[in-house]
């Protein structure tokens, strides 16, 4: 589950604006939008996201590596290396800067993020 902010941020400003133009004129992409806008999070394994998501890319707006990364649970640095995506939220936008950073900050990072998590007690 992530916020509904989150999810929109992933498909991206690009993604965005072609699925509510698409959804001006297609009841099916009328209908999926409608729908995300009854809810305050998103579950990304629910069959009705992944329907929609896989719509769009049989539309063209979205490309099956972007509904990968979509649903995906972590932010894939390389094939070896992945940082969970609500790691990746707090440090800050992923398309911004976090696939430029190098693994050794990315393991830093992620290593603070956990020490304060830690004496937080969460």
């Not at 589950?1 to 989150?6: A, E, G, P």
């Not at 009854?38 to 063209?60: Q, R």
């Not at 995906?72 to 390389?78: F, I, K």
């Amino acid at each position: 589950m992530i916020s509904k902010l989150d999810f929109l941020r992933r498909i991206g400003a690009d993604g965005r604006v072609a699925i509510r133009d698409i959804a001006k004129i297609n009841t099916t992409a009328e209908d999926w939008m409608a729908m995300l806008d009854l809810v305050s999070t998103v579950n990304l394994d629910h069959p009705e996201i992944e329907a929609g998501l896989a719509y769009f890319v049989a539309e063209g707006i979205l490309t099956e590596e972007q509904k990968a990364d979509i649903l995906a649970e972590y932010l894939v640095l390389t094939s070896r290396r992945r940082i969970p995506y609500h790691v990746a939220n707090l440090m800050g936008d992923r398309s911004q800067g976090l696939r430029s950073l190098s693994l050794r900050a990315a393991g830093l990072c992620i290593r603070r993020f956990y020490t304060v998590v830690g004496r937080m007690g969460l």
